[in-house]
């Protein structure tokens, strides 16, 4: 059975996030992970890290493929990075979304509130994620 899939890029901006620093603004970083199953997440993409910002406007796009009739759960995570290592779990967690590929790629912006967890918002923050067919793959393709 042919699977068809194309690879998207996600543009992604925040607003309004969470200050968690003292005497300066957060650092955000968004991180991109997918359900693998069995309540486990897998990392795929991460943003850069956007210096003294509340409103960020990353310009690393966050790169997956869309398999075409296939869920796919995704989360993105906004953190503040105040250090140099790689593990997030030092950092302070900002707010995130759980959605799926299929409800980005079918809009043409994708917006929502951000959250600490779920039901719980993070202050007033927003996260907008806007889906580009990637430069790097050709539209539709089946396997």
Do not use: H
């Given at each position: ?32 992970l ?52 790689f ?9 995130g ?28 923050g ?18």
């Amino acid at each position: 059975m042919a699977q068809c899939v194309t690879r998207v890029e996600l543009s992604v901006a925040c607003e309004r996030l969470l200050d968690r620093d003292v005497g300066s603004r957060s650092d955000p970083l968004c991180v991109l992970l997918q359900d693998v199953g069995g309540g486990r997440w897998a990392e795929l993409d991460r943003t850069e890290r956007v210096k003294n910002c509340q409103n960020p406007e990353f310009s690393k796009k966050l790169v997956i493929d869309y398999y075409f009739e296939k869920v796919q759960k995704l989360k993105f995570g906004v953190y503040d990075i105040d250090n140099t290592s790689f593990d997030l779990n030092d950092d302070d967690y900002l707010g995130g979304i759980e959605c799926t590929l299929g409800q980005i790629v079918s809009s043409s912006v994708f917006t929502r509130p951000l959250e600490l967890k779920k039901g719980k918002p993070a202050g007033k923050g927003t996260i907008t994620l806007l889906p580009l067919p990637s430069s790097s793959s050709q539209m539709f393709k089946c396997k």
